[in-house]
């Protein structure tokens, strides 16, 4: 019975493992791995979204996680070495990484310096919601006298400057961008009350966001407030 070699090509070593006529050691120094000099993350400031690739993408894993597939994805290895996993010992622009690797049966595991960079942004939807930041709008419209009707609405709304957050004006009234639905419904009632009017109002909601944190749409609240 012919016995098989069990040492090494290049070292000379004995091993009980050997990747064609190598050692595992020597299998990695005579292979190229290719490990990314830097890897830039994009994560939104203000959801913790991540884009990964061109996606962007609301993430329940832990960060870390996500930003290891990142820098595995990037890792080039030979067919006979599989990445298992790659732990960000240091996210730092002198960054530093573990790749653990399975070369056909042998788990090993190096440190790379890797410069790692996490890029603060503010994702497509965040900055469409952030343009849309009113909670509820509060619209007066008139159907006669718009002149005196936008003028009693100014006069009006000016004692609540702390509230508003945008008047928009139009041909026959204003449209009010308050931060709650609350702050808009007391003050149709205080417009109603202090002019007497007698007022038609409609309230209708809209969905206009899906809040990640507690797993349900945001809603948008308008009334409208019609002069009759
Ligand atoms: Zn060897
Ligand atoms: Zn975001």
């Known amino acids: 019975m012919a016995l098989k070699s069990k040492f090494c090509a290049k070292c000379g070593l004995e091993k009980d493992r050997l990747v064609g006529n190598l050692c595992s050691e020597c299998f990695f120094d005579l292979h190229e791995i290719k490990i990314p000099?830097?890897?830039?993350?994009?994560?939104?400031?203000?959801?913790?979204?991540?884009?990964?690739?061109?996606?962007?993408?609301a993430v329940e894993k832990q960060n870390r996680d996500v930003f290891s597939d990142q820098v595995k994805k990037a890792i080039k290895v030979p067919d006979e070495?599989?990445?298992?996993?790659?732990?960000?010992?240091?996210?730092?622009?002198?960054?530093?990484?573990?790749?653990?690797?399975?070369?056909?049966?042998?788990?090993?595991?190096?440190?790379y310096r890797c410069a790692l960079r996490v890029n603060k942004q503010v994702c497509p939807p965040c900055k469409i919601e952030a343009r849309t930041d009113y909670k509820a709008k509060l619209q007066l419209r008139t159907k006669e006298d718009p002149q005196k009707f936008l003028k009693d609405c100014y006069d009006f709304l000016s004692a609540y400057k702390k509230r508003l957050l945008k008047i928009e004006e139009f041909k026959m009234g204003v449209d009010a961008h308050l931060r709650s639905r609350k702050d808009a419904l007391e003050l149709a009632q205080d417009f109603k009350q202090k002019h007497k009017f007698e007022c038609h109002m409609r309230e209708t909601r809209e969905e206009y966001s899906w809040d990640r944190k507690k797993n349900k749409p945001k809603y948008k609240s308008t009334i409208l407030l019609t002069k009759k």
């Open 37 to 57: 000099k830097t890897t830039e993350f994009a994560l939104c400031s203000k959801c913790g979204s991540i884009r990964v690739e061109h996606f962007w993408v």
């Open 81 to 111: 070495i599989k990445v298992i996993k790659v732990d960000l010992i240091k996210i730092k622009p002198d960054g530093l990484i573990e790749v653990t690797y399975d070369l056909q049966g042998t788990i090993i595991s190096k440190e």
